[in-house]
């Protein structure tokens, strides 16, 4: 081969490499071709500093970390979507399977029967969904329930003749009910200590309840739709400005408590948990981070914080290990904790990303006891972590939930953000933000 030719092929070559070392690199989609049913393409990863990244002719924004991402609209059917840069372009195609149209069931009628609840910690809804916040209590096994229809996955629940609720098929038995007396009611007591409310109140066997929460009290009520159709014992109990409150069920006794929040920091327990963990990895960030390295990070800081101030700290997890939501909640309870803080960073569903919407702190919250302490930690992890305010919201996740503690979810940061991507990646970031999480503790204790 001549000399000139092995030299222009070598040209070629070099320039060949040097424009993939140049190149950006996609972290998401992971396939070029792909079969979805989903609305959205989310398009994720790093370019180089002098890169610039067009998607289907749309400029994308690069963070000053070469981190970027961009959400294509599917259409039906075929989609073709163009990435390109100065360096490389390339062709992504996805099928988008027509929507399958789901017709409501109607209610099934049957006559009233009486079914026993076979799990303890069986969610009673006001709503034949299984999610959301349609939860109205937590049936304890062995409870006797009056069902009168279906609808799905679940039965339909008689408390009296004004209410009904749902309960899911799996948590109960309509085969194995023995015939019996409706339960009848055989005392009531309540007693007032320093920092609690007790009611206790005792049937023949275990009967539903629900609980409502209002501005200044607590109402529980315990429904005998056996005995009549409008036999409901209500128990209304104060509850104070930070309280926590636990329900127990023992051969048809059961105890209500009210708990106040304690006064000192030394007197509190504050379960850290570090989200996910181990084979969960959680969200994936623009340069290919993995959520649950940051949230552990952020933990241990938050621990020697916390201890710093005097306050009793349990972790749910210390190292890069796999353990259950039941495990954490179990752990929480056994620990007796006050406050729950589950650190994590967020990410999006199918939904439009916006680089300048979809960035920042927001905090969950389940129980009303908990709002106040997940509005001040908005603000100060905000404020100290140098985030954007993303708001203060209500869901049911399954470490929240319990109202034997205080219980909130910090989205530290989002780990799609371009600009996010930049703080939780900063040496301070873990820190500055367990220092917001600690101070907003410690300002909520004191207030």
């Known amino acids: 081969m001549p000399v000139m ?39 994720m990863g790093k370019a180089n500093n002098s890169e610039s990244i067009f998607i289907n002719n749309e400029n994308v924004y ?26 490389n372009t390339q062709i992504y ?10 017709h409501p069931e109607e209610v099934c009628e049957f006559d009233t029967k009486p079914a026993i609840v076979i799990a303890d910690n069986a969610p009673l809804r006001s709503s034949p969904v299984d999610y959301g916040l349609n939860r109205i209590s937590h049936l304890f096994k062995d409870t006797t329930v009056l069902i009168n229809g279906s609808k799905g996955n679940f039965y339909r629940v008689f408390l009296s003749k004004d209410k009904i609720a749902w309960i899911k098929k799996e948590y109960v038995d309509v085969n194995c009910v023995s015939p019996s007396e409706p339960a009848q009611f055989i005392n ?40 009549s159709d409008t036999t409901v014992y209500t128990l209304n109990i104060p509850k104070p400005e930070k309280y926590t409150y636990f329900v127990t069920l023992n051969d048809g006794n059961y105890t209500f408590k009210v708990n106040a929040a304690p006064e000192k920091t030394e007197d509190y327990t ?15 960030g623009c340069l290919g981070d993995e959520e649950k390295n940051v ?4 933990a241990l800081e938050l621990q020697e914080r916390l201890k710093l101030m005097g306050i009793n700290v349990v972790m749910t997890r210390e190292c890069d290990g796999y353990i259950s939501l039941k495990d954490r909640v179990k752990l929480a309870k056994e620990a007796n904790a006050n406050i729950f803080v589950s650190i994590h960073l967020n990410s999006i569903g199918d939904t439009p990303f916006n680089v300048h919407k979809n960035k920042g702190t927001s905090v969950y919250y389940y129980n009303p006891a908990s ?7 908005e603000k100060s992890v905000s404020k100290a972590a140098g985030t954007r ?22 989205e530290a940061a989002y780990m799609i953000n371009p600009s996010d991507s930049v703080l939780y990646n900063s040496a301070e970031f873990a820190h500055n933000t367990a220092v917001g999480i600690a101070d907003g503790i410690l300002e909520f204790i004191n207030k």
Not at 371 to 377: N, P
């Open 371 to 377: 709002k106040g302490l997940a509005e001040i930690l």
């Open 5 to 43: 030719i092995r030299g222009a092929l070598l040209f070629l070559l070099l320039i060949l490499l040097s424009s993939q070392c140049f190149a950006y690199e996609l972290i998401l989609p992971r396939e070029k071709k792909s079969i979805v049913n989903t609305n959205y393409a989310l398009f």
């Open 270 to 284: 504050v379960v850290i948990d570090a989200g996910h963990g181990g084979s969960e990895k959680g969200a994936i």
């Open 93 to 102: 195609k996805f099928y988008k399977n027509s929507p399958v149209t789901v």
């Open 188 to 227: 009531m007591n309540s007693k007032r200590y320093k920092n609690a409310s007790v009611q206790n109140i005792s049937f023949t066997k275990n009967l539903p309840y629900t609980v409502e929460e209002r501005d200044n009290e607590i109402i529980f009520r315990i429904y005998n739709p056996e005995l």
């Open 389 to 410: 305010p993303d708001g203060v919201r209500t869901a049911s996740f399954a470490v929240i939930r319990p109202a034997e503690y205080l219980g909130v979810l910090v």
């Open 295 to 298: 949230n552990l990070r952020i």
């Open 62 to 87: 690069v963070a000053p970390n070469g981190a970027f991402a961009y959400s294509v609209k599917l259409k039906e059917g075929e989609n073709r979507v163009v990435i390109r840069s100065n360096y």
